[in-house]
């Protein structure tokens, strides 16, 4: 990759991140849905669109900015453990469903990732708090997963549909994304 289109995909990362931590500071102040802990997770826009134009490592780098920088602005340290790990396992998972159907849609990949994303974070908070009724809550978290990754998943796909060509070839240019129709 020249250096031109490197300090392209710094930025645009360093973008995705910026944005990032603002919903998570703005999803930090809205009071859980339903279960405590339940949020939309619009924060996760950012991850998977670093996902789809340029690939799993500069997903988990937004991720791992997000996370960290977020715990520390809005002091909720239990969100490095929780979020961090939800949202590296969340990244796996989508970056290996690309993997095995390339041709499998972002909405698809997203809502699956939310599952997982609530899911590992149920099972974290079980397992360390050792509180038993926490484990009622993981098919909750499942179902909240399901619209909730739908929405990112819609947006995330409106946003690479209607960014300018330009934009978008640039990015397919250095990663794994999907083709822009």
């Given at each position: 990759?020249?250096g031109?289109?490197?300090l392209?995909k710094?930025t645009?990362?360093a973008?995705?991140?910026?944005?990032?931590?603002?919903?998570?500071i703005?999803?930090?102040?809205i009071?859980p849905?339903?279960i405590?802990g339940a949020?939309?997770?619009l924060?996760?826009?950012f991850?998977?669109a670093?996902?789809?134009?340029?690939?799993p490592?500069?997903?988990?780098?937004?991720?791992?900015?997000?996370t960290?920088?977020?715990?520390l602005i809005?002091g909720?340290?239990?969100?490095i453990i929780y979020?961090?790990?939800?949202?590296?396992v969340?990244?796996?998972?989508?970056?290996?469903?690309?993997?095995?159907h390339p041709h499998?849609?972002?909405?698809a990949?997203s809502?699956v990732s939310?599952?997982?994303?609530?899911?590992t974070?149920g099972?974290?908070?079980a397992?360390i708090?050792?509180?038993?009724?926490?484990w009622?809550?993981?098919?909750?978290l499942?179902?909240i997963?399901?619209p909730?990754?739908?929405?990112?998943?819609?947006i995330v796909y409106?946003l690479?549909k209607?960014?300018p060509?330009?934009v978008?070839y640039?990015?397919?240019?250095g990663?794994?994304?999907?083709?822009?129709?």
């Amino acid at each position: 990759m020249r250096g031109g289109n490197i300090l392209k995909k710094i930025t645009a990362l360093a973008l995705f991140t910026a944005l990032s931590l603002v919903m998570f500071i703005i999803e930090n102040q809205i009071p859980p849905f339903f279960i405590p802990g339940a949020k939309l997770g619009l924060s996760n826009i950012f991850s998977l669109a670093a996902l789809v134009l340029y690939g799993p490592i500069e997903a988990v780098t937004v991720v791992l900015a997000r996370t960290l920088l977020g715990s520390l602005i809005t002091g909720t340290v239990s969100s490095i453990i929780y979020s961090t790990s939800a949202g590296l396992v969340a990244i796996l998972v989508a970056s290996l469903l690309m993997l095995a159907h390339p041709h499998i849609t972002v909405i698809a990949i997203s809502t699956v990732s939310a599952v997982v994303h609530n899911l590992t974070q149920g099972i974290l908070f079980a397992a360390i708090s050792g509180t038993p009724q926490a484990w009622s809550y993981l098919p909750w978290l499942a179902l909240i997963g399901i619209p909730s990754g739908a929405l990112v998943g819609a947006i995330v796909y409106l946003l690479v549909k209607h960014l300018p060509k330009s934009v978008v070839y640039a990015a397919l240019g250095g990663g794994n994304g999907i083709e822009k129709s």
